[in-house]
């Protein structure tokens, strides 16, 4: 098991079961330093509208095994925890609360 932290210093649990599931999936083969990277330095972190409890962080990445991508982190945060629950590349950010940058 990992500890990761993010911007904001949170710790943040990557599993050895988690990361296996993460790599199973071959465009994503390299990435394990991105993965810390985004969580570190995202340059967007939204809020779930389907579940409070989980942040997806984001940080865009060119010259992916699948072209240019965006890395989104899904981070499961409860009280007192934080964990990965998986990562994968995409098209675009998903809609939910921006919670950094703030929209303040």
Do not use: C, N
């Not at 992916?64 to 994968?88: C, E, P, Q």
């Not at 921006?98 to 929209?103: A, D, K, Q, Y």
């Amino acid at each position: 098991m990992r500890i990761l932290y993010d911007h904001q210093g949170l710790a943040i649990r990557l599993t050895d079961e988690r990361l296996a599931h993460i790599l199973e999936h071959p465009e994503m083969h390299g990435m394990e330093t991105a993965i810390g990277e985004t969580l570190s330095h995202p340059q967007q972190v939204v809020q779930s509208f389907s579940d409070p409890g989980a942040r997806l962080y984001y940080r865009h990445y060119v010259g992916t095994r699948v072209g240019d991508k965006w890395l989104s982190v899904i981070v499961k945060v409860t009280d007192g925890d934080a964990f990965i629950l998986t990562a994968y590349l995409t098209d675009k950010i998903k809609q939910g609360v921006r919670l950094w940058p703030s929209e303040h």
